[in-house]
């Protein structure tokens, strides 16, 4: 077993405090990395919260990891050691089902291994994620880091990034599309910037005021207060595609109006309780609501791939270790610009 340190939740509700714990050996396909930096998505504090029922503890969160290759099981090819490799939300599939075979391991049918807050394919040892100096996984679910970007702001892409990534590319936003994004935080920034770099119109609707110049500077074309009911108003049917990225429940209606025919409104944020949406603002220019969650293993390396291209990161705030709980209440007030992430050299 290999020793490794980082940080836990051991019970719901308490705070993160430093935790030892083992990682398993190399498997002949595994790789073992040195966590660089670990993001703080919202979903692990719903996770370390039970907002989204029961979990397991402790619990060591974290699904936005970048690191080193220090070590390589014995018929490990896909990397070599000393490459910045990426892990994200999910660390190993069933590999065998329809949507594993297509590529879509993140709905894989028979059994997904999330990073943490789940269990290995054995049904009983816990995995533990991101939050700690070192990780093992197959290499099969481990990405590849463009040389060119900077690692901290890398770690949010595993995440953040390709959770918006993902559903831009299915409803082909592009030029001469209105794109609109519902909340400018870790997931919505990284919207606003992968909808603008794919030349789609973009419009960023917030329940801050002080986020306009932000937004703006990652590439919204307009920017929208959810109180400016004008606004909304005056955008009625004109909208191709909405991505709600909003962690808290809120009103979707307003937003619905604003799709044209044929359009569809994309929930992505989970607050864990039902939405509300009256039937007539779907049947109206025949809407539709749909859901997305991450990416699969090769449309995260064409996400990847395409920030190496473009230059695109995350806008982060790196804190340390001992950090943790206070970056999660700012997270919870909206005031993270625009994700934290934990320096793992801290742990
Ligand atoms: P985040 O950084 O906290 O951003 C959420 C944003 O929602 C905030 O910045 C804020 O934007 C807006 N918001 C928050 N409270 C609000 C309220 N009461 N009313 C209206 N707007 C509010 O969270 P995140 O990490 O981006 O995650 C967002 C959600 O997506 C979480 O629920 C998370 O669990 C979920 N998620 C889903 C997936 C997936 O695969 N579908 C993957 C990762 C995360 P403004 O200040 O601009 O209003
Ligand atoms: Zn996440
Ligand atoms: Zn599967």
């Known amino acids: ?13 308490t705070p993160l405090a430093p935790f030892e714990f083992t990682r398993r050996d190399l498997g002949a396909r595994d790789v073992q990395i040195e966590i660089g930096y670990a993001g703080i998505c919202h979903s692990d504090i719903h996770q370390v919260r039970e ?3 029961p979990s397991i503890f402790p619990m060591v969160p974290g699904h936005e990891i970048v690191g080193k290759v220090v070590a ?45 807050n789940g269990y290995e394919k054995d049904g009983t040892t816990p995995t533990y994620g991101g939050y700690s100096k070192v990780i093992v996984i197959d290499e099969r679910y481990v990405l590849r880091v463009p040389s060119s970007l900077p690692t901290s702001g890398v770690a949010p892409l595993l995440c953040a990034g390709i959770t918006l990534y993902s559903p831009l590319k299915h409803w082909s936003a592009g030029p001469n599309k209105r794109v609109g994004i519902i909340g400018l935080g870790g997931l919505g920034h990284m919207g606003v910037k992968f909808a603008h770099a794919l030349g789609a119109e973009v419009t960023l609707f917030s329940h801050s005021p002080g986020k306009e110049s932000d937004a703006r500077r990652f590439g919204a074309d307009h920017f929208v207060l959810d109180t400016d009911k004008e606004a909304l108003k005056k955008g009625r049917n004109s909208y191709d595609l909405i991505l709600s990225t909003v962690s808290a429940e809120m009103d979707l209606n307003p937003y619905l109006q604003l799709l044209g025919m044929d359009s569809t409104l994309v929930i992505i944020g989970l607050p864990g309780k039902p939405l509300a949406i009256a039937a007539e603002n779907l ?10 969650m991450i990416g699969g293993i090769q449309e995260t390396q064409e996400m990847l791939d395409f ?4 230059g695109i990161v995350s806008d982060v705030e790196v804190v340390s270790a001992g950090e943790i709980n206070l970056a999660y209440d700012r997270t919870v007030k909206s005031d993270v610009k625009y994700r934290f992430v934990i320096d793992a050299a801290t742990f």
């Not at 077993?1 to 509700?13: E, L, S």
């Not at 939300?89 to 990073?115: I, K, W």
Request: net charge negative; proline share 3%; glycine share 14%.
């Open 1 to 13: 077993m290999i020793q490794t340190r980082g940080y836990a939740a051991i019970a719901p509700h």
């Open 51 to 53: 907002e989204w029922g």
């Open 72 to 116: 390589l099981g014995s018929e490990a090819g896909k990397h070599k050691i000393g490459d910045t490799v990426g892990v994200g939300v999910f660390v190993d599939s069933c590999r065998n089902c329809a949507n594993c075979l297509a590529g879509n391991e993140q709905y894989c049918l028979e059994g997904l291994v999330p990073t943490y």
């Open 283 to 292: 049947l109206s220019q025949r809407r539709s609501v749909a859901g997305s």
């Open 307 to 310: 920030c190496g291209e473009h």
